[in-house]
Nanobody, 124 residues
């Protein structure tokens, strides 16, 4: 049974940093494209970042480029999202997801497995 469990969310002031982690069981992260999505209150869930199964390619939504970094720890079978220079508009529930496919990493429908999400709140 596949499980993705996010952690690391919380309340932070604008300009601060957080590191989200996604612990996987039942699958090996290095064999999947792993992604992070977020859903702000009253809005649809949207793509944030992804890392290819090889680890050699990373992808970011424009508004987080230069502030967020996605990485993978193969020894721990986790995927992390390092978030710096946080803004109030980054407030959302952040979800980890996994897919066997490589293309269309920005589409929710491409992903096979999802975590339950972790809340990130950025105060101004």
């Amino acid at each position: 049974q596949v499980q993705l469990v996010e952690s690391g969310g919380g309340l932070v002031q604008a300009g601060g940093s957080l590191r989200l982690s996604c612990a996987a069981s039942g699958l090996t992260c290095s064999r999947y494209t792993m992604g992070w999505f977020r859903q702000a209150p009253g809005k649809e869930r949207v793509f944030v970042a992804a890392i290819s199964w090889s680890g050699g390619n990373t992808f970011y939504e424009d508004s987080v480029k230069g502030r967020f970094t996605i990485s993978r720890d193969d020894a721990k079978n986790t995927v992390n999202l390092h978030m710096n220079s946080l803004k109030p508009e980054d407030t959302a529930v952040y979800y980890c997801a996994a897919t066997k496919s490589y293309g269309r990493y920005w589409l929710q429908g491409s992903y096979d497995y999802w975590g339950q999400g972790t809340q990130v709140t950025v105060s101004s």
